[in-house]
């Protein structure tokens, strides 16, 4: 096996959470490749690999490593063009930043603030200390701070999803008929949410949770790997 | 001439300000294609081509009849595959949909709230009837009263755009290096502001600000052919 992927992990190494990792589980099923899984911890992080990423996940494929999950959405397109792309076309790999950025900003604060102390509650010890002082001090506020702004968050969280909503009218994913990329960006944020809060903020018949069903459901039903919080 | 472009006119049959139309306008021009246009006012629309649709955009391209901004590009790209695409592939397509309902349902009520007096009143007369009557049942309030909304949105508008304005930090369009159908989606709906209400909504170093005057350049700098309000 040459394909490694460094994938967060809390005490629990099987209970993976991270969206970003996630979209990039998603993306390999999709292509239909094999990999074996290292799980690692926040503090672990700067080690993998001699010091080559700051993040995860990272992607060990032979003698290539490539880190940043939509960078590693490009170079699966590149290096497997015979199996199911993840763009189909320059028109979705740059329309694809757009939907990346689209969620970052709407979707993943909302996540930060509600989930926020499940997260810290799901890492071992020395993750915990570092996420507490880490979040502290990029957010300015204290993780139970944080966390109380989260309720305001929760009764927000269905409105956001509003264009995802409209879109849905009119095809069954982002990708089209089919999932591309993007349905595993949204579903990321979602999936990171189920992970580690497991709060319900969407109705059950909402189009949007009948979509991220359908995700869950994808490539032989992957996202059930890890259980509901 | 063969094709026309039936287009929504106010009385000043130059002042050209539909979002959708706009859209449009700035797909045949990517496309490198001539048209003449055929100005309608809102009470018009059900008289033209023997009653064939209830809103403008319509093009007319030799013996076929295309309604719908978004259908019109389909179209255009299934007409015309030798010039300039507008989706760049089949992931495009299906993406450009996630960004028009972002754009309809995150930008359109704030330009309505913040334009609709404007609209009205650059609207001959019979029109304006029509407007206030038909609006003011959608909304379920005055015209005066959606306005008087506007001026809290005017506020809250730079902020709807966080996620193009992130994207902008990787790529100078939606599109990637050079603009795609969803560009004109968006700068539809600015175009619109900027030929009705014509307020400030963005600070001038602003990349969004940026990006839209890209935009007006674009194609002979056709987004000019209309000055701001």
New interface residues.
């Given amino acids: 096996m040459t394909r490694l992927l460094y994938a967060l992990a809390g005490a629990d190494k099987a209970r993976q959470f991270s969206p970003h990792v996630w979209k990039t589980v998603m993306s390999l099923a999709h292509k239909g490749l094999d990999y074996e899984t290292v799980p690692v911890g926040f503090t672990e992080i700067p080690a993998i690999e001699n010091g080559s990423t700051a993040t995860v996940p990272l992607l060990r494929d032979g003698d290539r490593l490539v880190r940043d999950s939509f960078e590693i959405a490009l170079y699966l397109d590149e290096a497997y063009p015979d199996r199911p792309?993840l763009?189909?076309?320059?028109?979705?790999?740059?329309?694809?930043?757009?939907?990346?950025?689209?969620s970052?900003?709407?979707l993943h604060m909302a996540v930060t603030r509600i989930a926020i102390l499940d997260i810290h509650d799901l890492l071992g010890p020395a993750d915990r200390a570092y996420f507490r002082s880490s979040r502290e001090e990029r957010l300015g506020a204290s993780l139970e701070e944080i966390a109380a702004a989260g309720k305001a968050e929760v009764e927000g969280f269905a409105k956001k999803l509003?264009?995802?909503r409209?879109?849905l009218k009119?095809?069954p994913?982002?990708?089209?008929e089919e999932p591309?990329f993007?349905d595993y960006i949204v579903f990321g944020a979602l999936q990171w949410l189920r992970t580690t809060a497991g709060t319900k903020v969407l109705e059950a018949d909402d189009p949007v949770a009948l979509w991220f069903a359908r995700c869950l459901d994808l490539h032989g039903g992957i996202g059930h790997r890890v259980t509901a919080a």
């Fill in positions: 792309s763009f189909c076309g320059e028109g979705g790999k740059a329309m694809a930043r757009f939907i990346e950025n689209w970052q900003s709407t509003q264009p995802l409209n879109m009119v095809q994913f982002i990708g089209g591309l993007p």
